[in-house]
């Protein structure tokens, strides 16, 4: 047999034909062998591990960032100023600027080494070494991740991007969660509420601008009392713990004090008849009304909504605005919560909201102000309600509208000159804290 002649060393392995009586074998060509095994998903256990790290890294290095100065905060001037490579901390500056952190933040940040040289290089520079060794941690904890979860960076980035079709993720702090731990919270406190309000309204003063002026009403709507169960109480205090001026106690809507029996406190015309008996105690920075219904020897079901007002410094010891934080604390079980905040037209240009869901301790505060310890997975939605109130109305409660329009008028501020925001949240979590922050805008526009 004559030997084939081949044009091209491709043609041989496209011949069926055996060389020498064998058989031939196709050799992968190198487009073969590059070819790779999908990444294989993280599982929903995996992913909250991975969502908690990436939160943990974006606060502590946003502190650090913080601390540059000014002209250093930015990929390039960060890199001039540490003596860093450029890409390092372009890839910082573009995770941290994920106003809210999620598993995806991590594929943005450096790798660990370049992370760990950036510390390195922050230290140099004086940065307080408590915070440097909190960030090193936070590091640590994501080298956990790469090698647990990946071996490198690049491969746990394939991880998060890669989904199972198969796979239903877990969603945390999600719909059903939260119906189910509302039933739980009745069984467990023996009060429920159809929906919780609370609706303020904040302005300076017109006589005096360093003066903050803040109005607030509160309710539970339909809200059931079982004979043994915890009473219904409604916090209506203030958290300037520095602030212990008695001329910024908080007060009734008639200026009387919010202490002792206060029947005062009550908005009648949206409280059930007979009106339940309220008692308001505490101190001048933390006021709760307590709610006892008349009779309790079977469920009793009723409407309270109470409202207060005070003056306070508009800026704190160390010249900020107190204006930051708003908060509606989820005490009784709900199926709605309706929170909305109105801010004077003239304050309203000075401060950029957002909103957040965190678990609160009873004082408000976080270990060491690390809010992101203590955030729920799942952030509320901040809705614009726009100029005035003709955007009150919302299905949670009927009467919405005509309790803001009252409120208003009971303070004796006009409402066309407030921007109204809203939080809606069907079965608000139970212990949970709903903030509504400002954040003071540097420049606002005149």
């Not at 929903?44 to 960032?65: G, I």
């Not at 079709?165 to 467990?188: D, F, H, M, T």
């Not at 059930?272 to 308001?280: A, G, H, I, K, R």
């Not at 107190?322 to 037209?345: G, M, Q, R, T």
Request: hydrophobic share 35%; charged share 20%.
């Amino acid at each position: 047999m004559k030997p084939r002649i081949f044009t091209s060393p491709h043609e041989a392995f496209r011949s069926t034909t055996a060389l020498e009586g064998g058989i031939v074998h196709v050799m992968p060509s190198d487009s073969l062998m590059n070819l790779k095994a999908p990444a294989t998903p993280l599982t929903a256990t995996q992913r909250a591990r991975c969502e908690r790290v990436a939160s943990r890294l974006h606060a502590d290095l946003s502190e650090l960032v913080n601390l540059l100065p000014d002209h250093a905060q930015g990929g390039s001037g960060m890199s001039r100023h540490l003596g860093i490579v450029r890409n390092t901390c372009q890839r910082v500056i573009q995770a941290l600027a994920d106003h809210d952190p999620t598993i995806e933040t991590l594929i943005k940040m450096p790798g660990t080494k370049g992370l760990r040289l950036m510390l390195e290089a922050m230290q140099k520079e004086g940065i307080d070494q408590n915070k440097i060794e909190i960030a090193q941690a936070g590091v640590d904890q994501f080298d956990g991740l790469i090698r647990d979860y990946g071996g490198s960076h690049s491969k746990l980035s394939a991880r998060i991007s890669a989904m199972d079709a198969n796979q239903k993720p877990l969603e945390l702090a999600s719909l059903q969660a939260r119906q189910a731990l509302y039933q739980a919270a009745v069984g467990i406190t023996g009060r429920a509420a159809q929906s919780s309000i609370s609706l303020y309204a904040f302005r300076q003063s017109p006589d005096d601008t360093d003066v903050l002026q803040r109005a607030i009403a509160t309710g539970l709507i339909q809200t059931t009392v079982i004979p043994g169960g915890m009473p219904v109480v409604i916090s209506n205090g203030s958290t300037l713990r520095w602030d212990d001026d008695l001329e910024h106690a908080l007060k009734n809507l008639d200026d009387s004090d919010a202490q002792g029996t206060t029947p005062d406190a009550l908005l009648q015309k949206f409280c059930s008849q007979p009106l339940p008996t309220v008692t308001s105690r505490g101190t001048q920075e933390s006021t709760i009304r307590v709610i006892d219904p008349q009779s309790l020897d079977h469920p009793q079901t009723f409407d309270v909504v109470s409202a207060a007002r005070s003056n306070h410094p508009f800026l704190d010891p160390q010249g900020m605005p107190i204006f930051n934080e708003i908060w509606s604390l989820a005490n009784c079980p709900s199926k709605k919560l309706i929170f909305d905040i109105y801010v004077h037209e003239d304050m309203e240009r000075m401060f950029r909201p957002s909103v957040d869901a965190q678990q609160w301790n009873p004082n408000l505060s976080a270990p060491g102000g690390d809010k992101w310890v203590l955030r729920y997975p799942q952030v509320p939605t901040l809705e614009l309600l726009g100029r005035g109130i003709g955007n009150a109305a919302t299905t949670g409660y009927a009467r919405h509208a005509q309790l803001t329009k009252v409120f208003f008028e009971r303070i004796g501020w006009n409402p066309s000159e407030f921007f109204g925001l809203r939080c809606e949240v069907d079965f608000p979590i139970w212990r949970g804290g709903y903030c509504i922050k400002f954040a003071p805008v540097q420049n606002p526009v005149e």
